[in-house]
């Protein structure tokens, strides 16, 4: 069960696993905060019986850091270190009290002597300790901390083809968020600082504008990603439901060499149990939420 806190609400999406098929959506909720947080976490444990459940949440944009770096040459059991001590002058507080991560970006097919790269999710001790602490102070438990770029690869490993690059944009209260996947591994992700809420309230001229600097960071993120990964060719760009969605994808699709479609999480995932999916907008909603119900269950935080 993903629990995800949001500034007004707290969604909560659960998602069963398929090796045949689809992933199946089994239940989806929205609650409307109320009272501390922990308070609300502990009505919703015993509403929902989520002592029962493996649980995940995820982290906000500005409670973390993602950031790309040359992998240190050193052996597995001393990459951790190594890598705290490259991202010491990265971040804005002392490196010794950063909670941290790594991915590998796979370097598959790459044009020999390319340097290995890792991502490396980087959160205060502070932030991840209050967020633990939350779970432990309501009775629930917490299997892992997510962030979005990991979630938002979950879906689109969803949609890839064989052999080709997916990218996805997606937009919702917090922001856009742009990731380029290759066989379920990420490979980048770029932020883009318009939300959904703007789009749907931007009048004809605002939204024009939008448009266009959603467009121009989109032709700048594609370039820097043919640059880098010139051997893995893309297939698309996915966009997640927008206001307007059609007046959008024709004018990105006019303004981008990358062929631009809808994403239709439907097609992705069985939603049956959840008809509100079918609602496009719902879709962005839940996006990353979803995203997160699909994280490997060997994955840890």
Same mark, same amino acid.
């Given at each position: 069960?993903?629990?995800?806190?949001?500034?007004?609400?707290?969604?909560?999406?659960?998602?069963?696993?398929?090796?045949?098929?689809r992933p199946e959506v089994v239940s989806l909720a929205s609650f409307r905060k109320e009272g501390r947080?922990?308070?609300?976490?502990?009505?919703?444990?015993?509403?929902?019986?989520?002592?029962?459940?493996?649980?995940?949440?995820?982290?906000?944009? /500005?409670?973390?850091?993602?950031?790309?770096?040359?992998? %240190?040459?050193?052996?597995?059991?001393?990459?951790? *270190?190594?890598?705290?001590?490259?991202?010491?002058?990265? @971040?804005?507080?002392?490196?010794?009290?950063?909670?941290?991560?790594?991915?590998?970006?796979?370097?598959?097919?790459? %044009?020999?002597?390319?340097?290995?790269?890792?991502?490396?999710?980087?959160?205060? !001790?502070?932030?991840?300790?209050?967020?633990?602490?939350?779970?432990?102070?309501?009775?629930?438990?917490?299997?892992?901390? *997510? =962030?979005?770029?990991?979630?938002?690869?979950?879906?689109?490993?969803?949609?890839?083809? *064989?052999?080709?690059?997916?990218?996805?944009?997606?937009?919702?209260?917090?922001?856009?968020?742009?990731?380029?996947?290759?066989? /379920?591994?990420?490979?980048?992700?770029?932020?883009?600082?318009?939300?959904?809420?703007?789009?749907?309230?931007? *009048?004809?001229?605002?939204? /024009?504008?939008?448009?266009?600097? @959603?467009?121009?960071?989109?032709?700048?993120?594609?370039? !820097?990603?043919?640059?880098?990964?010139?051997? @893995?060719?893309?297939?698309?760009?996915?966009?997640?439901?927008? %206001?307007?969605m059609s007046e959008a994808l024709a004018f990105l699709a006019a303004n981008l060499y990358a062929p =631009?479609?809808?994403?239709?999480?439907?097609?992705?995932?069985?939603?049956?149990?959840?008809?509100?999916?079918?609602? %496009?907008?719902?879709?962005?909603?839940?996006?990353?939420?979803? /995203?997160?119900?699909?994280?490997?269950?060997?994955?840890?935080?």
């Amino acid at each position: 069960m993903v629990v995800n806190f949001r500034s007004d609400r707290i969604d909560l999406a659960h998602v069963r696993p398929s090796p045949a098929g689809r992933p199946e959506v089994v239940s989806l909720a929205s609650f409307r905060k109320e009272g501390r947080p922990e308070e609300a976490l502990a009505r919703l444990r015993k509403e929902l019986r989520l002592a029962s459940y493996r649980c995940v949440t995820l982290l906000g944009p /500005g409670e973390y850091q993602m950031l790309s770096v040359d992998a %240190p040459n050193v052996p597995a059991e001393e990459l951790r *270190d190594a890598v705290r001590w490259r991202i010491k002058d990265m @971040i804005d507080y002392p490196v010794q009290s950063a909670t941290l991560d790594v991915l590998d970006i796979p370097v598959d097919g790459a %044009p020999p002597g390319r340097p290995k790269s890792l991502f490396v999710v980087v959160a205060s !001790n502070e932030v991840i300790g209050a967020r633990m602490a939350l779970f432990e102070q309501a009775g629930v438990p917490l299997d892992a901390i *997510d =962030v979005p770029e990991t979630a938002q690869r979950n879906i689109a490993a969803l949609f890839e083809s *064989d052999n080709r690059g997916l990218a996805l944009l997606h937009f919702d209260e917090q922001g856009g968020l742009l990731t380029f996947t290759h066989r /379920g591994e990420l490979y980048a992700s770029r932020r883009i600082e318009i939300t959904l809420e703007q789009l749907a309230q931007a *009048d004809v001229g605002r939204r /024009g504008q939008l448009l266009d600097r @959603i467009a121009l960071e989109l032709q700048r993120s594609l370039d !820097n990603f043919d640059r880098q990964y010139s051997h @893995i060719p893309l297939a698309k760009l996915l966009v997640a439901p927008l %206001p307007d969605m059609s007046e959008a994808l024709a004018f990105l699709a006019a303004n981008l060499y990358a062929p =631009v479609e809808e994403l239709k999480l439907v097609e992705g995932m069985d939603c049956t149990a959840v008809p509100d999916l079918n609602l %496009p907008l719902r879709q962005s909603q839940w996006l990353q939420t979803l /995203g997160a119900a699909l994280r490997p269950q060997e994955a840890r935080a």
